[in-house]
Every structure is written in C-alpha cells, then in structure tokens.
C-alpha cells in the first residue's frame, strides 16, 4: 500500500468521511467538474495569500488556511491579518504542505486549492470536495468570479468588478496614453532581486495599459538578478513590495544604499513606489488597492519621463 493510501486510510479511520451536504451541485472550471455544497458551511483555503483573503472580503470566514508560520510563533495569515478578524481561522499548515491530519480534523464540506495542489487532490478529496482555482493562470478577476460562485457571494464579487473598472476608467480618463509610461516591478533581497509584482500589481498594470522597459518585456520572472543587473530595468516607475511581518524592509536596507539604485531614474526623481504588500492579496480588494495607490502615484501627480530625459541629452 503506497503512503497516500496509508495516510488517507487512517484519515478516514480517525475523522470519518464527511457526509456530503443535503444540496449539492456541480462546478466546472478548466481543472474539471466537481460535485460542490450549494452553501458550504466549512470551507479550507489552501492559500492565504489568495484564496482566503478573497474569501474574507466576500465576507466568508474560512474555517482553516494555511499559512506562514515561525518556530514558536503564532499563524501568519499574509494579506489577512491586519483587515480582518482572524480569530476562528484554523492554522492549516504552509501552503506548499498543508496538514492534511488538521484539514481532516475539521471536517469541511469544501476545500480549495491552486494549480500545484492538484497532486494532493486525489487523498484530500476523500475529505471533502476540492476546486483548484486558475490564479495564476487566468488571472484575480476571472478566479474571483469562480471563487465567489462557489461561496454564493457574486452579488460582493459584481460590486468590487464595477468599483474596479471605474477606477481603470479614471486612470484612462487622466493618462491618456497610458503606455508610454514605463513601469517595473521587483522584488529585493539582500544580495539580489527578482521581477515580482505581488498583491495584483502585474494584473493592474496589465489593465491600465502601461509599459514596461525592452529589457523588462524579455526577462525571466521569479529569477534572481544581481545587483549590477538592476540598470538594465530602469524605468520612469519602479515599484517594489515589502512584508513587514517577516522584517524584509530593514534587510534590504544596503542594497538601497548601494550607488546602482540611486543612480536609478526612478530614485532619482522620487517615483520608485515602496507598497506594503500585506495591505494586499492576490484578491480583487488587491486589485482595487493597487489601483487606488497607481492613480494616486501616477495618474494625480507631476511626473517626469525617462524617455524625455534620455532624448535631452542626445540633444
């Protein structure tokens, strides 16, 4: 007998299979048709970042999430923690490894997942039913929609839709040609970065029409870059993102002080843009939040172009 059929076996022994809601129906997505509560009554996130803070701001509290989670320290529940009320949230495990002993132990009628978690699908599926969401690969607007079918909240996800492409449409409305204005997001890390755009950064950039740097367009994301690199994606906006929680921003400290980055620009002009990312998920209230600080940072202000700058000088 394999492992998985092992655990599932004493799984089931432990907890019991859990009975099936009176009402059901069946959802169907690009992962596949599922069986689902009509009104799930315990619903497991297996991603804090995206899925539970979705959950939370249509206004369902997910009975357990994983999670980051120190030694000796309490859940984190990142993008969560300082906009809701996350007492009653059961700690889950990490979402790369969930607890399947502490999902089981709490019974849902609903659990669900991201693309990588389909592998667990087959042993978590004896628990409850599970519904992988297509974040990564159909994008926050589309996977909220699902999200919220599920849950029986559209009425919420159709309010923060239209709260969403009003803003899209002020943006339109004070930048024009919003392209020619170049954006690059990142990541930095002590030694390095990575071009990261966390929270609905990416998809809200993508949606306002802005543009990016040649060198941006052609490179690898969720790499790390040297120090030296950073140059080649200079841009007229720099935005990178920070966790406070995890204490990130004072470890990047020297590689801010370093004379690549205040040659930058972006540095130089003051239009490199430092989000706190725990303020934002993967969610539509990101979205909305991204949307908000980029027409205040770039459509409501002054601001200056490298392409114009660049043109002086060959001038």
């Known amino acids: 007998m394999s492992w998985n059929k092992t655990l599932l076996l004493l799984l089931v022994m432990a907890f019991g299979v859990v009975a099936q809601a009176a009402e059901t129906r069946v959802f169907k997505n690009r992962f596949g048709e599922v069986k689902v509560p009509k009104n799930p009554r315990c619903v497991v996130s297996l991603h804090d970042f995206s899925l539970t803070v979705q959950l939370m701001e249509l206004g369902v509290k997910p009975c357990g999430s994983t999670g980051r989670k120190k030694l000796m320290s309490e859940p984190l529940f990142r993008g969560v923690e300082h906009r809701f009320d996350v007492s009653g949230i059961q700690y889950v495990g990490g979402h790369k490894s969930p607890d399947l002993e502490a999902i089981a132990a709490l019974k849902p009628d609903l659990i669900l997942g991201l693309s990588y978690h389909r ?32 849950v029986g909240r559209r009425g919420s996800y159709q309010d923060q839709l239209k709260q969403y492409r009003w803003m899209l449409e002020e943006f339109h409305r004070l930048v024009p040609n919003p392209d020619s204005i170049t954006v690059t997001t990142l990541e930095i890390y002590e030694d390095n970065f990575q071009l990261i755009g966390r929270g609905g950064i990416d998809e809200a950039i993508r949606d306002l029409g802005l543009g990016h740097p040649k060198a941006y ?10 120090l030296e690199r950073v140059g080649d994606f200079d841009a007229d906006f720099i935005i990178d993102t920070y966790e406070p929680l995890l204490n990130t921003r004072q470890q990047t400290a020297s590689f801010r002080e370093s004379a690549q980055w205040r040659q930058l620009f972006a540095v130089r002009h003051g239009q490199f843009l430092y989000f706190n990312r725990s303020r934002y998920g993967e969610s539509m209230g990101g979205l909305l939040g991204t949307a908000s600080l980029l027409l205040s940072h770039i459509a409501e202000r002054d601001r200056v172009s490298r392409a114009e700058e660049i043109r002086a000088k060959v001038r």
């Open 119 to 150: 592998e667990l699908k087959p042993i978590l599926s004896a628990i409850a039913p599970v519904v992988i969401l297509p974040v990564q690969e159909e994008g926050i607007k589309k996977y909220a929609g699902q999200l919220a079918d599920l």
């Open 217 to 226: 367009k052609k490179a690898r994301f969720h790499v790390p870059y040297s």
